[in-house]
């Protein structure tokens, strides 16, 4: 499947592959990894200057009014890189919901602040049995007050702004903006197997404020935007990893001859480029269908379908370009190991492969 680009968008992905290329360098990378903000800002400032970061927040909030696609477009490119930038909790799951159910005054606030660089924000959503909401909310005579935990939340520990599901008593699930930095949050640091940056959050009585759509709807279209960028991360990162063992396999010499003369591994780069191809077309009919662009409704069976394929094949793709790389591609100074792992924290975000797994048998009539 083929996606015809605009001219703005295939301006804004030059853009934005110039940049990456040369501010994203293997050797850089670990120098970010290395760094106590686990990313770099000369990049984040840079993806605002582009425009990457308001990509799908409405223009009337400083944005540049686009949609699924542009965020697929957009991850597929940061996922090549093997970016750290806390953009998938901040400019897509963060800004999304605010776009969704925030006020006027929320998204005027908030919006062309994050579309600038000038504001982080997090998702915090998941809890520590996937599916349930157990973090409770509750209403005082000063305004709401959230208790819970919320594990592995994205760069948690240096957003300004959090975006927290919480349980309302006879109300469900709804969504909160928390001051990441006000009473009752407290924050534990850590970083991730690839080295992007997480926190566990406790909220032990911290001020929210409520926004205002209801939560049941807007959040299966905010975790489903989530699951159509985490698809496409993986599919970068695909690309990268099936880059790396080509180039490889026209280089690497090995008795007297290239190793890509072997049919045996030229067999297997060819089942890599099937599964890589599949993964592609599955990402773009997704995000086409959460944008509306195409004719298949919904998206939520569509988001399980995409989730559970694609994570199982970028794994197999990744361990397979490790596996034709040899002994150096398990070196922490080698990139196509670093794939791996990035594809390892994609799938267990918004649900691994099994969980989507579940979900999809759960819909098939008994």
Same mark, same amino acid.
């Given at each position: 499947?083929?996606? *015809? ?24 990378? *670990? ?25 799908? %927040? =409405? ?42 159910? $925030? ?42 007050? @959230? ?11 240096? $957003? ?49 404020? =409520? ?18 960028? +985490? ?24 008795? #007297?001859?290239?190793?890509? +003369? ?10 890599? @480029?099937? +599964? ?34 694609? #994570?199982?094949? +970028? ?6 370009? %490790?596996?034709?790389?040899?002994? %150096? ?36 009539? *008994?």
């Amino acid at each position: 499947m083929n996606l *015809q680009l605009n001219d703005v968008r295939q301006q804004l992905l030059d853009s934005l592959s110039r940049l990456l290329g040369r501010e994203y360098s293997f050797e850089l990378r *670990q120098q970010y990894v290395a760094s106590d903000r686990g990313h770099s800002r000369q990049v984040w400032d840079a993806l605002a200057e582009l425009g990457v970061l308001g990509a799908a %927040i =409405p223009e009337a909030h400083g944005g540049f009014g686009g949609d699924a696609v542009d965020q697929m477009l957009v991850s597929q490119a940061l996922g090549r890189a093997l970016a750290l930038e806390p953009y998938h909790g901040s400019a897509v799951m963060a800004a999304t919901a605010i776009a969704a159910a $925030g006020s006027e005054a929320q998204k005027n606030r908030l919006l062309p602040r994050v579309a600038e660089g000038e504001l982080q924000l997090g998702w915090a959503h998941d809890e520590a049995q996937p599916g349930c909401v157990a973090t409770q909310a509750a209403a005082g005579r000063d305004g709401w007050h @959230l208790f819970g935990t919320k594990p592995c939340v994205l760069h948690g520990a240096a $957003g300004d702004y959090l975006v927290v599901t919480a349980c309302v008593p006879q109300d469900g699930v709804r969504l909160f903006l928390v001051d990441a930095r006000g009473a009752g949050v407290l924050r534990d640091g850590y970083r991730l197997i690839d080295g992007t940056p997480a926190a566990d959050v406790r909220l032990d009585g911290a001020q929210a404020e =409520p926004l205002e759509g209801g939560a049941g709807d807007v959040l299966r279209r905010v975790l489903d935007t989530g699951i159509s960028a +985490a698809c496409a991360e993986m599919v970068g990162a695909m690309e990268g990893a099936y880059a790396l063992t080509v180039e490889y396999l026209k280089t690497r010499r090995q008795f #007297g001859r290239l190793i890509g +003369a072997n049919q045996a591994l030229q067999h297997r780069a060819v089942d890599m @480029l099937v +599964a890589l191809e599949q993964s592609r077309s599955l990402s773009l009919s997704l995000a086409l269908a959460l944008a509306g662009r195409n004719d298949l409704a919904g998206g939520e069976a569509q988001a399980h379908a995409a989730k559970a394929y694609i #994570g199982q094949a +970028a794994r197999q793709l990744t361990q397979e370009a %490790i596996q034709m790389h040899g002994g %150096i591609g398990m070196t922490e100074e080698y990139a196509v190991g670093h794939y791996l792992r990035r594809v390892l924290v994609l799938d267990q975000l918004h649900g691994d492969t099994q969980y989507h797994l579940g979900c999809l048998e759960r819909r098939v009539p *008994q």
